[in-house]
């Protein structure tokens, strides 16, 4: 089983930084795509940033400017650097990434972290 462990959320003041960490543990062949999606209470979860395999990110306006995706795959992680942070960026932030079990499988899987809490308040 793949399972994604996340870490790195807590309580910051308006203008603050964290930096969320997601790796991957189990047996998988590789990983393709990493993202993060924060999920506001009462609201839908929403890519905040992706990164593919060769580097390249893609960053919601939202966040563009102050938040950066980074990976080291050779640790199998992904890094949320967040800086200037907002209250409006309370969320959890749960990791995603596609992951090829075998090496013969057709298709990636989709698999979630558990979600970290952010908080941004004074």
């Known amino acids: 089983q793949v399972q994604l462990v996340e870490s790195g959320g807590g309580l910051v003041q308006p203008g603050g930084s964290l930096r969320l960490s997601c790796a991957a543990f189990g047996t998988f062949s590789s990983i393709r795509d990493m993202a993060w999606y924060p999920q506001a209470p009462g609201k839908q979860r929403e890519l905040a940033a992706i990164i593919t395999t060769r580097g390249s990110t893609n960053h919601a306006d939202s966040v563009k400017g102050r938040f950066a995706i980074s990976r080291d795959n050779a640790k199998n992680t992904v890094y949320l650097h967040m800086n200037s942070l907002r209250p409006e960026d309370t969320a959890v932030y749960y990791c995603?990434?596609?992951?090829?079990?075998?090496?013969?499988?057709?298709?990636?899987?989709?698999?979630w972290g558990q979600g970290t809490q952010v908080t941004v308040s004074s």
């Open positions: 995603n990434a596609q992951i090829k079990k075998y090496l013969n499988s057709s298709f990636d899987d989709t698999y």
